[in-house]
C-alpha cells in the first residue's frame, strides 16, 4: 500500500509538471545529477558542519549509514529507503528541507531512480572538520623549495612555480623583450606609460640593475599611490555620493578626502594592517587626528538614507569580504551552508557596527568651508536582535546578542571602551571652529556699518536734493500741527522718508551685529569653562550668561524683523492702487508678516525676563566614549595570527599583476570556494608580507622582479605542449595578456599625448567632462549613476561589488576609441607636438622619424620593418586623398572636438596614423 502510494504521488506530480516519466533504465550520474543536488539544499544541515538527527548526506557510505533514524538510502529499494518520506514530509517526517522551495518532482524522481539503479558512486573521503579548512589555519611560512632549473633558483617566487610546472610537465616561457616589459611594469604600477625618453634610456642601459632601478623609481612616484589606490578603491567599494538631484541617498559628499587618504597612504608605505585598523576604527584608534578620521570613508561609503538595515547588511558582508575573503552574509538568513558560521554569529558580527553613525566635522579652511565625513558611535546603548529567517520585521528581542568574532578562531579580542577629549567629542570646541565663528561676527558688524555709512550718505544727498525742491504739504490729520512761528509745514517726500527708514534699519543692523559677537563671546567663555576637567566653578553662571546673550540677541534679530516688515508695508500701502487686486494682496501679505513680526517681537521680549541656564553650543556635541568594539575588531583582522587577512591581501595584488588570482574565488576562501592553485607560495608571500610590517611596496618589488613576471606572454618553443597540458594558465608557464583598465585607457592616451595634468587629490571632478578635463580618472565622480561613460565601456568598476574586475571585449569599445573627441584631440596634439620636434615632414625620412616617435610614443616600442611600410602607404594614401577632397564625404555627425584637424594634408595624414596606433591591440593590450 505505501509503495502504491507513492508511484499515485509521483504520476499525479508528473502530471501538474508537465512532464514526461523518464525511463529507469536511463542511467543517472551521481556527480552530475545527485551530488549537486545534495550539496544545495541538504549538506548544510547534514554534513561535516552539522550532523542533525546523527546523519550525513555527503557521501554515499554516509547516506547508507544513516542517522538515529536508520538508513536514507537503500541501494536498489527506494521504497525502503527513508530520504524520500522526508524529501515528501509524509509518514510522520517533517518535509526536507524546511527552508525554501521544497524539492520539485522531477528532483525527487532523479535521486529515486539512482536508488533504484543501485545508488552507484565513486569512492569518496568525507570532508573534514571544516576547522581544517586550508584557509582557516595560522599562517606560517613553507620552506623555499629547490629549484628543477638553474634560472629560477635566485628568486623564491620562481622557485615554487619552477618545482610546480616541473610536476605538471610545463616549461617556462622565454623573458619578455625590454620595450614590452618596461610598458608592462610601468602601468602595472604606476597606470601610466613610459615616456619615449624613458624607453630609450632603459634600453641603452644594458646593466644588471637597470630594471630594478625602473621599478624602485616607479615605487617612489607618487602616480603608484594613484594606481594602486583605484585597484583597493575597486576591492574595498569606493563611491562618491549618489542621489536624486541634490538628494544624498548613498555614501555622502566629502568622501573623496578618503579616496585621497588612501592614495596618500600607500605612497607612504603605510601598512596594510595600519590602513585595515584606520579604515574600521580610526575614529577610535586615533579621534583627535583629522587626517585619520578620513579612513573611516570606508564605513561612511555604507551609508543608506532609507534602510539602517541596508546600511549595516553592506558593512557587515563587505568588511567580511574584503578582508576576510568569507561569504558571512550567506549566513543572515540562516546558518551558513558551506563554512561552520551559525546566523548568530553573522548578527554578533553586526554587533561590532550596531552603535555607529555617520558625522561631517568641519575642518580649518579659509578659502571654502572644509569638512571631514567621518563615523563614530553614536548609540552605544542599542541592541543588536537575530532577525528571523533574516526578516527584519521579525527582530528576537528577547536575545539580544553581543559582538563575537566569527568563524571560531579565537585569538585575543578584548573591547575596552575609548574616552574622547572635549574636542573630540564636541568639534566646536576646537579654536579654528569658534575663531570662525566669532570672524563672521565680526565680519557681519563690519558689513552692517558700512551699510549704515552708505544709508546715512543716500539720506543726505536725497535731503539735499529736497531742500532744492521745497513740496508744499498737504492735509495730514496724523501730522503734528505747525506752529503760526514755525512757517508753513514741508512734508517729506516718499523718497526721504524711505532714505530714513534705511537708516533707522541700518542702524538697528549695527546693534544687532554688536549683540552677536556679545553672544559668541559669551558662548566661547562658557564653553571654555563647562568643558575643562573638571568643569570651572563658575560654569553654571556663564552657561546662564551666554544663554542670557542669546536671547538679547534674540529680540535685537526679531527687532530688526519687525523694522523690515514695517517698512515693507509702507512700501505696500503706498503702491497700493484702487481696484487692482494685485496690490490689494500684497498689502494684505506685508499686513501679515508684520503682525507676525509684532509677535515674535513681543515673545523675545518676553523671554529677557525669563531665567536661562544654557546656551547654543558651536555644532553638535557627541557621545563623550566610544565603545572601542570597532577597535577591538580591527585588531583581531588585523593581527598576524588571523588566517585569512594576509592571504586575502596578498591574492588581490597577485591578481593585478598577473592577471589571475593565486585563489580563484577572491572573497570567498571558504569552504565553497576554490583552493589556491599554489597554496605554499601564497603562504609563503603571505608571511612575507607580514614580516615585512605589511608594507606593500617590499611585495610588488619582488614580484615584479621574479623571473616568472618577467616572462613573454606568449608561448615560447614550448608553447604547443604547454597549452595542451595547461591551456588557462594555472601553473603560470607564460604572463597573461591583460587588456589595461578603464582608468589605464583613458590616462595613458592623455599621457602619450603630453596633455594628462598630473595633479594630485581635490574633490571629484564632474564625471561629464571626462573628455575635456585631462586630470587622472581617479579624480572624476564614480556612482551608481554618476560615471564616466569612457570608463563604464572599458568596465570601469561597479560600485556595489567589484572584487575582481569584469574584461568584456564589445563593438562599442572600438567605436569609443575611433570616435570619441578625447582620441581624436590626443591624436591631433601628439601629432603636432611630434611634427614641430622633427621639423617639416617633406620626405620619407622624416616620415621614418615620425613613425619611430610614435610608436615608441604611443606602444613602447619600436616598429617592425612591416609595420614602417605599412605606416609610410598610409601616410601617402591619406596625403594624396586630402590633396584631392572632392572624393572624400564629410562626417555628418560625430562628437564635438575643441581641437580641428589640420588643414595640412600630411599633417592631417599624420594625425591619423597617430589615431590608427591609438586604436592598436598593442595600446589596450598589457602584453
Avoid at 574595498?236 to 559628499?253: C, I, K, N, T
Amino acid at each position: 500500500m505505501r509503495a502504491l502510494r507513492r508511484v499515485a504521488w509521483l504520476f499525479i506530480a508528473w502530471g501538474l509538471a508537465g512532464m514526461r516519466p523518464l525511463s529507469a533504465a536511463e542511467p543517472v550520474d551521481y556527480l552530475r545529477d545527485i551530488k549537486p543536488l545534495f550539496v544545495q539544499r541538504c549538506v548544510a544541515c547534514h554534513g561535516a558542519i552539522k550532523q542533525k538527527n546523527g546523519l550525513r548526506l555527503d557521501t554515499v557510505p554516509l547516506m547508507r549509514r544513516g542517522g538515529q533514524s536508520g538508513p536514507a538510502i537503500e541501494p536498489g529499494h527506494s521504497d525502503d529507503s527513508l530520504i524520500f518520506d522526508a524529501l515528501q514530509g509524509v509518514n510522520g517526517l517533517r518535509r526536507m528541507p524546511p527552508e525554501g522551495e521544497p524539492l520539485t518532482a522531477a528532483q525527487i524522481d532523479l535521486i529515486r531512480r539512482w536508488v533504484e539503479q543501485g545508488a552507484a558512486a565513486p569512492d569518496e573521503q568525507p570532508a573534514t572538520d571544516p576547522a581544517r579548512h586550508w584557509a582557516f589555519q595560522l599562517i606560517k611560512r613553507p620552506a623555499v623549495p629547490d629549484a628543477v632549473h638553474p634560472a629560477a633558483a635566485a628568486h623564491p617566487i620562481d622557485r615554487f612555480l619552477d618545482v610546480a610546472r616541473q610536476q605538471q610537465g610545463l616549461s617556462a616561457s622565454p623573458p619578455v623583450a625590454k620595450s614590452l616589459l618596461l610598458r608592462r611594469v610601468y602601468l602595472d604600477l604606476i597606470g601610466l606609460p613610459p615616456t619615449r625618453r624613458e624607453l630609450q634610456e632603459f634600453l641603452a642601459d644594458s646593466s644588471a640593475a637597470a630594471y630594478e632601478a625602473v621599478v624602485d623609481r616607479l615605487l617612489a612616484s607618487v602616480h603608484y599611490g594613484e594606481r594602486w589606490g583605484r585597484h583597493w578603491m575597486d576591492v574595498w567599494r569606493y563611491s562618491d555620493w549618489d542621489g536624486y538631484g541634490a538628494e544624498v541617498r548613498e555614501s555622502q559628499p566629502q568622501i573623496w578626502r578618503w579616496r585621497d587618504w588612501i592614495i596618500e597612504s600607500l605612497n607612504a608605505d603605510r601598512g596594510y594592517d595600519q590602513m585595515l585598523v584606520e579604515m574600521l576604527a580610526g575614529d577610535e584608534l586615533a579621534p583627535g587626528d583629522p587626517a585619520t578620521l578620513r579612513a573611516t570613508g570606508f564605513l561612511v561609503r555604507n551609508w543608506h538614507r532609507f534602510n539602517r538595515d541596508t546600511w549595516l547588511d553592506n558593512t557587515v558582508e563587505h568588511t567580511a569580504k574584503a578582508f576576510l575573503g568569507m561569504t558571512l552574509n550567506c549566513a543572515r538568513c540562516h546558518d551558513h551552508k558551506y563554512d561552520p558560521i551559525p546566523q548568530a554569529d553573522y548578527y554578533r558580527f553586526r554587533a561590532f557596527f550596531e552603535p555607529h553613525n555617520v558625522r561631517t566635522d568641519p575642518l580649518p579652511g579659509a578659502a571654502q568651508p572644509e569638512a571631514v565625513v567621518r563615523a563614530y558611535d553614536a548609540d552605544a546603548a542599542k541592541p543588536t536582535w537575530l532577525y528571523v529567517r533574516g526578516n527584519e520585521q521579525r527582530p528576537d528581542k528577547d536575545h539580544p546578542l553581543a559582538p563575537r568574532a566569527p568563524f571560531g578562531f579565537g585569538g585575543d579580542l578584548k573591547i575596552a571602551p575609548v574616552a574622547l577629549a572635549p574636542g573630540e567629542f564636541y568639534p566646536g570646541l576646537r579654536p579654528f571652529a569658534q575663531d570662525a565663528a566669532l570672524a563672521q561676527a565680526r565680519a557681519d558688524l563690519a558689513a552692517a556699518k558700512a551699510a549704515l555709512e552708505k544709508s546715512r550718505s543716500a539720506l543726505i544727498a536725497v535731503r539735499r536734493k529736497a531742500e532744492t525742491q521745497p513740496v508744499a504739504a498737504a492735509p495730514n490729520p496724523a501730522a503734528p500741527v505747525a506752529s503760526p512761528a514755525a512757517g508753513p509745514a514741508v512734508e517729506l517726500s516718499p523718497e526721504t522718508q524711505d532714505a530714513a527708514a534705511a537708516v533707522a534699519l541700518a542702524e538697528t543692523a549695527v546693534e544687532t551685529a554688536h549683540a552677536a559677537i556679545a553672544a559668541v563671546v559669551a558662548r566661547i567663555v562658557a564653553d571654555r569653562a563647562n568643558y575643562t576637567a573638571p568643569p570651572a566653578t563658575d560654569a553654571q553662571a556663564l552657561s546662564a550668561a551666554a544663554g542670557a546673550a542669546e536671547r538679547e540677541l534674540a529680540w535685537r534679530q526679531a527687532e530688526q524683523k519687525l523694522r523690515q516688515a514695517a517698512q515693507a508695508q509702507t512700501l505696500a500701502q503706498r503702491a497700493v492702487r484702487p481696484g487692482d487686486e494685485k496690490t490689494a494682496k500684497t498689502l494684505t501679505a506685508a499686513q501679515t508678516q508684520h503682525a507676525a513680526a509684532v509677535k515674535a517681537r513681543d515673545a523675545a521680549l518676553a523671554a529677557l525676563a525669563q531665567p536661562v541656564d544654557n546656551y547654543t553650543r558651536f555644532g553638535g556635541v557627541y557621545p563623550a566614549q566610544s565603545t572601542g568594539r570597532r577597535l577591538a575588531l580591527a585588531r583581531w583582522v588585523a593581527a598576524p595570527q588571523n588566517p585569512l587577512t594576509a592571504r586575502v591581501a596578498v591574492n588581490h595584488i597577485w591578481l593585478r599583476h598577473f592577471g589571475s588570482p593565486l585563489v580563484p574565488t577572491v572573497f570567498d576562501f571558504g569552504l565553497n570556494g576554490k583552493p589556491p592553485t599554489h597554496p605554499e607560495l601564497l603562504d609563503w608571500l603571505a608571511a612575507e608580507l607580514i614580516d615585512q610590517n605589511w608594507q606593500m611596496k617590499a611585495l610588488h618589488r619582488l614580484i615584479v622582479t621574479s623571473a616568472a613576471y618577467r616572462m613573454q606572454s606568449w608561448g615560447g618553443s614550448g608553447d604547443g605542449p604547454n597549452a595542451s597540458r595547461d591551456p588557462e594558465n594555472r601553473y603560470l608557464w607564460r604572463q597573461n595578456p591583460r587588456r589595461m583598465e578603464a582608468e589605464a585607457v583613458r590616462d595613458s592616451t592623455l599621457a602619450a599625448a603630453g596633455r594628462l595634468d598630473r595633479t594630485l587629490y581635490g574633490p571629484e571632478l564632474d564625471q561629464n567632462a571626462g573628455l575635456t578635463t585631462p586630470r587622472r580618472s581617479i579624480y572624476f565622480r564614480n556612482s551608481k549613476e554618476k560615471r564616466v561613460n569612457f570608463l563604464a565601456l572599458f568596465d570601469g568598476p561597479n560600485v556595489v561589488e567589484c572584487y575582481r574586475r569584469n574584461e568584456s571585449i564589445t563593438p562599442q569599445q572600438a567605436l569609443a576609441m575611433v570616435n570619441s573627441s578625447l582620441t581624436a584631440e590626443q591624436s591631433r596634439w601628439l601629432a603636432r607636438a611630434l611634427a614641430e620636434e622633427f621639423g617639416p615632414l617633406s620626405d620619407a625620412g622624416h616620415d621614418a622619424c615620425f613613425i619611430r616617435a610614435a610608436f615608441e610614443q604611443i606602444l613602447a616600442r619600436p616598429e617592425t620593418p612591416a609595420e614602417l611600410d605599412a605606416c609610410r602607404d598610409f601616410l601617402a594614401e591619406q596625403t594624396r586623398q586630402f590633396r584631392e577632397p572632392r572624393g572624400l564625404t564629410a562626417f555628418a555627425t560625430g562628437t564635438a572636438s575643441t581641437l580641428k584637424p589640420a588643414a595640412d594634408p600630411h599633417q592631417r595624414a599624420l594625425e591619423n596614423l597617430v589615431h590608427v596606433l591609438f586604436n592598436h591591440n598593442d595600446f589596450l593590450t598589457i602584453r
